[in-house]
Nanobody, 125 residues
Framework: QVQLVESGGGLVQAGGSLRLSCAAS????????MGWFRQAPGKEREFVATATWSGGNTYYADSVKGRFTISRDNAKHTLYLQMNSLKAEDTAVYYCASDLRRIAGRWVVSDSGSWGRGTQVTVSS
């Protein structure tokens, strides 16, 4: 399986920006859809964004469209999430995941996929 390690989280004021990174190691990185999920306190984990192996196709949750940008550098085995115009409701633990699938209109992590341990993003209002 792929091992994933997130970084780049922190505390930022509303309207600010953060860039998350996810370093991958282990199994071949570039052929699988990678993505980001997040989980706020008391809420279920939710899909944020995904990028296909080439990075040419990206998909976003409606709540982050126009503010977040996902990208991947297969040569560096790294996935990124640029977050701009952050809002208090973006506060959550952000998780990197591999081997995403779109099933019944929802992006999920397949049984062969992996999760990182997460990085905390806190947006103060």
């Amino acid at each position: 399986q792929v091992q994933l390690v997130e970084s780049g989280g922190g505390l930022v004021q509303a309207g600010g920006s953060l860039r998350l990174s996810c370093a991958a190691s282990g199994r071949t990185f570039s052929t699988y859809p990678m993505g980001w999920f997040r989980q706020a306190p008391g809420k279920e984990r939710e899909f944020v964004a995904t990028a296909t192996w080439s990075g040419g196709n990206t998909y976003y949750a409606d709540s982050v469209k126009g503010r977040f940008t996902i990208s991947r550098d297969n040569a560096k085995h790294t996935l990124y999430l640029q977050m701009n115009s952050l809002k208090a409701e973006d506060t959550a633990v952000y998780y990197c995941a591999s081997d995403l699938r779109r099933i019944a209109g929802r992006w999920v992590v397949s049984d062969s996929g992996s999760w990182g341990r997460g990085t905390q993003v806190t947006v103060s209002s």
